[in-house]
């Protein structure tokens, strides 16, 4: 069976004006900058793309304006809500957008038991026939989509192909691997345990550095997966400074101000969270210089 979710997918930034509404001329120019690197589609609206801070309008376009840049790469977005009828709904209007899958999250605030967690993604992964890939971030979110679970989903709905697993345990993807159905992808979800997590199984990355490093996050994907350890290895060890910080309470902040530093974006959040303080930019600053400074030969 064909893999959907195969490469390194964007979990792209939202880009914002000063005024705090949404720069579609730039998400465009983002995202196709980032395709001709050789990315394999965009997740927005996740995370990292701070969609608990856009109204529903706001998603709509920006996803209106990723399928309209991409010509035909998927779009997947990141589908939570407050609601399960919220999200439903937002998975249906993604689907009318013309996007070609979805990365179903759990509610924001309420988590519970799996009886209700159960409950909630089977009604958003059953409410399009779009591919859904189901994201597992029990650090961000509170729920913990165990293995067993996952298979329980995975043989009542055949559109579920693909998890993203974000718990940073290796020995998750290996489990998840050695039993999952062919079907189902495994997508690496933090950064800084790419080359651990291909190795383990997985077949796509959805990244976040990549937004300001694209070619060279393409480059340490293909170099793992083709095997290509000691030159990964290489790669690797001098990304990890910046990989990491995707892993951290203010990695949003921290993946725009990168952008913002290399050129190639601004530091604009939406409240509640706040650009960074002199100290903290300063720090990242410096972790970014001596990357720049220090970038090994293989890297693009």
Known sequence: MSKLFEGVFPAITTPFNADGSVDHAFLREHAQWMMRSGCKGMVPLGSLGEGNTLDHAEKLAVLD??????????????????????AVKLAQDAQAAGCQGLMVLPPYVYSSDWREMKAHVSAVIAATDLPVILYNNPLAYRTDFLTPQILELAAEHPNLRGVKESSADVRRVTALKATLPPQVELLVGVDDALVEGVQAGATGWIAGLVNAFPAES????????????????RLYHWFLPLLRMDTVTKFVQLIKFVQQEVGHGSAHVRPPRLELSAEEASAAREVLQTALDTRPASAV
């Open 65 to 86: 304006t990723l399928v309209g840049a991409l010509g035909g790469a998927p779009v997947v977005p990141g589908i939570a809500s407050l609601s399960t009828h919220g």
């Open 218 to 233: 393409v480059e340490l994907f293909e170099l793992t997966r083709a095997g290509k350890l000691e030159d990964a290895a």
